[in-house]
């Protein structure tokens, strides 16, 4: 029997109901008739009906809520997951930050030496556990032994660097090879830079982070990197820092190499001047009537005569990895006579970019090229304040900067002032191609050097391009300003941000 409606079977719900009624005196003794009788049982399926529908909808409810749950209880347990996994992938961060990563390298506490076992003479590469900090900015080497070929270098690369390519040659690095004496920075053609290593020599490599130039909306910031050897800070190169920063580096190439670590090592910087803002006086060689004031060049030279010229020449030569530059003409003073381009290196300082053999130059006084000579051809418009005029170099693709960047000039820039003293330089003006310029343009690589496009720019759009053989040492960029007041902002890097 049900316990709920008090009944056996549908059919017999009604004369039990009847029956009931009958007994309590609530109805007369009289059956009902046909259509009473078929009302009751419509009536009893209905509810019949009706409770089976409740039924069922109370169980799908119940499955509802319960898929509910779960499709929740999978929710929390995937982000339970997920915060695992990331706790586990931040762990593998932390260990490959912990240790130092090496290949071909031998580690007995702080000395590393060279050690290939196989035939490949694969290069090996040590990189720090910790990149370079404001609070350690500064790592040193001992050079124990030179090895074989000494090929040693010591410098600063990305977390992720190929662990068979030397420091510096590839992208995000920079590095002091002892071999050479070069400095390769993100490319494996170095520039001159220093002495060779020796036994003995304590090698050192830093970042000036309180001179780094903060660029707000540009995602990688420039920070100055210098190296040292024995003591003496030997120059400052300009480097973009990686996503996860610099990170001390030494690389070894021969049999024998060694060298002792010291990752604490601190550098004291006791040229104070030499630390004002910026630092960009290391960026150039010469600055003749020529103030530099953080990226501003002005002039100060009398601007009285044609030989008044003050030149501003960078210090190292365009190259592959840093082939244009340019200026901004923040005041163009009382005639704009200011040129942008590129020289040789051992470029009179007495003469504006252009003039002489040896030099290419845009002139924003009239828009005019001078191509190694003292006569002008017209060429894009002149430039007023504001005006941003760019020069660069487009190399070949099989150039091969070691055929031209050894720099070995005949004439020192420090001989050549000895030279202005003896000559009455005025009176020498009109032979603009002296037979001085002419024993030069007559040297075997003036004729023979790489043919390079020279191309300018003004406000961001190519003017024009000339080709010209590319002198030994190199096209270094050369401003030339040559009247009272004139003012201009120099990007020697504008690609790099």
């Not at 071909?104 to 900090?133: H, M």
């Not at 920063?245 to 004291?268: C, D, F, Q, R, T």
């Not at 202005?420 to 001085?436: F, G, I, K, P, R």
Request: proline share 5%; charged share 30%.
């Amino acid at each position: 029997m049900n316990g709920d409606l008090g009944y056996t079977h549908d059919d017999d719900v009604v004369p039990v109901a009847i029956e009931r009624a009958q007994m309590n005196g609530d109805i007369q003794d009289d059956p009902p008739d046909e259509y009473e009788m078929e009302g009751a049982r419509g009536r009893h399926r209905r509810a019949v009906r009706q409770h089976h529908n409740n039924r069922h909808l109370a169980q799908a409810y119940n499955e509802i809520v319960m898929s509910i749950q779960a499709q929740q209880d999978i929710r929390h347990f995937y982000h339970d997951f997920r915060h695992e996994v990331d706790l586990i992938d931040g762990a593998r961060d932390l260990q490959q930050q912990a240790r130092s990563n090496s290949e071909r390298i031998s580690i007995d506490g702080d000395i590393l030496s060279y050690n290939c076992t196989d035939e490949s003479n694969l290069v090996g590469v040590y990189i720090g556990a910790q990149p370079l900090s404001k609070e350690n900015s500064y790592f040193e080497v001992e050079i124990i032994d030179t090895g074989a070929s000494g090929t040693i270098s010591v410098g600063l690369c990305p977390l992720r660097y190929p662990l068979t390519k030397q420091p510096g040659w590839n992208s995000d690095s920079v590095a002091y090879h002892g071999d050479d004496g070069k400095l390769f920075k993100s490319n494996g053609h170095g520039r001159p830079y220093g002495g060779k290593f020796q036994a003995g020599d304590r090698v050192g490599c830093g970042v000036k982070f309180e001179q780094m130039q903060v660029e707000h909306g540009k995602p990688r910031q420039m920070v100055p990197v210098f190296f040292t050897r024995n003591g003496k800070e030997l120059g400052t190169v300009l480097m973009l820092m990686p996503p996860d920063g610099l990170y001390p580096a030494v690389g070894m190439h021969s049999e024998g190499e060694e060298v002792k670590l010291n990752l604490e090592a601190e550098w004291e910087h006791t040229d104070h001047i030499s630390m004002s803002i910026d630092n960009y006086e290391e960026e150039w060689s010469r600055l003749h009537d020529v103030r530099l004031r953080g990226q501003v060049l002005e002039y100060t030279g009398r601007g009285k005569s044609i030989i008044d010229v003050g030149l501003a020449q960078a210090r190292y030569a365009l190259d592959t990895t840093n082939h244009y530059y340019e200026i901004e003409v923040i005041d163009p003073g009382e005639n704009c006579y200011i040129a942008i381009g590129v020289a040789r290196r051992d470029y009179p300082k007495y003469r504006h970019p252009g003039w002489n053999k040896g030099s290419v130059a845009y002139h924003a006084d009239d828009g005019k090229l001078f191509l190694g000579s003292g006569i002008g051809e017209p060429f894009g418009p002149k430039c007023l304040k504001g005006d941003i005029m760019g020069c660069g170099i487009l190399f070949p693709r099989d150039y091969n900067s070691e055929e031209d960047s050894d720099i070995s000039p005949d004439v020192s820039p420090d001989a050549e002032d000895k030279i202005d003293e003896l000559l009455n330089l005025e009176s020498d003006y009109h032979s603009s191609d002296s037979e001085e310029e002419e024993d030069w343009w007559e040297k075997p690589n003036a004729e023979t050097g790489t043919k390079v496009q020279v191309f300018f720019t003004r406000n961001g759009k190519t003017i024009g391009r000339r080709e010209i053989r590319i002198p030994k040492g190199g096209f270094y960029p050369t401003v030339g300003m040559l009247s009272g007041d004139e003012r201009v902002r120099v990007d020697l890097h504008p690609l790099t941000g």
